[in-house]
């Protein structure tokens, strides 16, 4: 049953929620949706109109229960591997961006060496893959604000590769094309990087506002 009155009120119970994962907040949110639904269509069925079985459902809603739920998924979440500190959400971002100034490498020798460079390669791959697959679906106010300053790391590790390539100039006296185009594809890549950080960020800052 979609209603606005319905609706609003999950918002408000949502805005309790912020420190849990989304997808926790759906399951619960789910439940105490499915109940309201039942209790309004039993008052339906007993000859009471649609909108005053809604809002006298609403009004005698027992947050007792939602209370009860979420303290008990914060529980669950506190005593799991994870504990205060959210290690698997901490080892992610680190590959995801850690391995970007290992491949900035090429730009200081003038080649690439896929033997070398394929263990970052895959750390960046499996970094993103965990992060944008996995985690974008358990977002709570810890991983977000993690999101946010990892990315304000991003801007300054621009020095990265732009210090390899001055110094394989002054190395060499010659410009590399190689490190050129390599320099220019690296940049571009931190940019998309960037731009993805801060779209999952902005999806999910409203964790920040409790």
């Known amino acids: 049953m979609n209603h606005p009155l319905i609706d609003d009120f999950i918002k408000s119970l949502r805005k309790e929620m912020n420190d849990l994962p989304a997808n926790e907040q759906d399951e619960i949110l789910q439940e ?56 698997g959400f901490d080892m992610t971002l680190a590959a995801a961006v850690g391995s970007l100034g290992a491949l900035s490498i090429p730009i200081l020798r003038g080649s690439f060496n896929l033997g070398s460079m394929l263990p970052w390669i895959l750390f960046l ?33 621009l020095a990265v590769p732009f210090a390899m390539y001055t110094i394989n100039l002054t190395t060499n006296g010659v410009i590399s094309y190689f490190s050129t185009i390599y320099l220019m594809i690296h940049v571009f890549v931190i940019f998309i990087i960037y731009v993805a950080f801060r779209s999952l960020y902005h999806k999910h800052k409203d964790m920040l506002k409790s």
């Not at 007792?64 to 669950?76: D, G, T, V």
Request: net charge positive; with cysteine; aromatic share 12%.
């Open 32 to 87: 105490i949706n499915d109940h309201i639904c039942t209790e309004v269509e039993e008052k339906k069925f007993e000859g009471k109109e649609e909108l005053k079985a809604i809002t006298e459902t609403i009004q005698n809603f027992d947050k007792r229960h939602f209370n009860l739920l979420n303290e008990q998924y914060k529980n669950n979440r506190e005593s799991s591997f994870e504990g205060d500190r959210d290690y």
């Open 125 to 157: 791959i499996s970094g993103h893959f965990v992060l944008f697959i996995y985690f974008s679906r358990r977002m709570n106010q810890y991983r977000t604000k993690t999101l946010q300053k990892t990315s304000k790391i991003l801007v300054p590790l």
